[in-house]
């Protein structure tokens, strides 16, 4: 069974700094089906990067992802006060079914 | 605007069935497959399942086999997740998704508590 680990479980920067945010698979997976969701208060969850690093419509460029081997990254670049939520990895693949990791919370400093 | 629009809260009491609807406006609704995925209080993001709105195929998380139906009714854009058995560890916000493998869009959520 794939496990997707995200690291750290809170990072707690001031705006303006860069994150770098970890989830690395128990297994190797395709980048193709490896997605990005943000997470804020309240609220439901927001696509951002689908495929490891293809940005969704709307989101801005600060967002990117990139991968090496089992481990997958979502950084930005530049944190806005809007940034502050919990970021979630997920595995969809709809043979296999669909793993989330356990959320990466960034908070502000 | 594609978007989907879940039904209301519920409170249920243990033992019961709870059934959350899901509808779809703005694009083909057997376009998108439709996931569902919860979130208990506090915690992170559980994929329950999914569904093929033109098929009708689904494909269920282990743990949920048994007690979840996910169905849809075509003629009005609506897709239906059904738990039964319901469990206090069931109070959750439970969300549909669009998929074509990435969860893009998704309903706003519905909170089923149980509760006796």
């Known amino acids: 069974e794939l496990v997707l680990t995200q690291s750290p479980g809170t990072l707690s920067l001031s705006p303006g700094e860069r994150a770098t945010l970890s989830c690395r698979a128990s297994?190797?997976?395709?980048?193709?089906?490896l997605a990005w969701y943000q997470q804020k208060p309240g609220q439901a969850p927001r696509l951002l990067l689908y495929g490891a690093s293809t940005r969704a419509t709307g989101v801005p460029d600060r967002f990117s992802g990139s991968v090496s081997g089992t481990d997958f990254t979502l950084t930005i670049s530049r944190l806005e006060p809007e940034d502050f939520a919990v970021y979630y990895c997920?595995?969809?693949?709809?043979?296999?079914?669909?793993?989330f990791g356990q959320g990466t919370k960034v908070e502000i400093k | 605007q594609v978007q989907l629009v879940q039904s209301g809260a519920e409170v249920k009491k243990p033992g019961a069935s709870v059934k959350v609807s899901c509808k779809a406006s703005g694009y083909t609704f057997t376009t998108y497959d439709i996931n569902w995925v919860r979130q208990a209080p506090g915690q992170g993001l559980e994929w329950m399942g999914w569904?093929?709105?033109?098929?009708?195929?689904?494909g269920y998380a282990q743990k949920f086999q048994g007690r979840v139906t996910m169905t849809r009714d075509t003629s009005i854009n609506t897709a239906y997740m059904e738990l039964t058995s319901l469990r206090s560890e069931d109070t959750a916000v439970y969300y549909c998704?669009?998929?074509?493998?990435?969860?893009?869009?998704w309903g706003q959520g519905t909170l089923v508590t149980v509760s006796s």
């Open positions: 997920q595995r969809y693949h709809k043979s296999l079914t669909w793993t």
């Open positions: 297994q190797s997976i395709s980048s193709s089906y």
């Open positions: 998704a669009g998929s074509r493998g990435e969860l893009d869009p």
């Open positions: 569904m093929n709105p033109n098929s009708g195929d689904t």
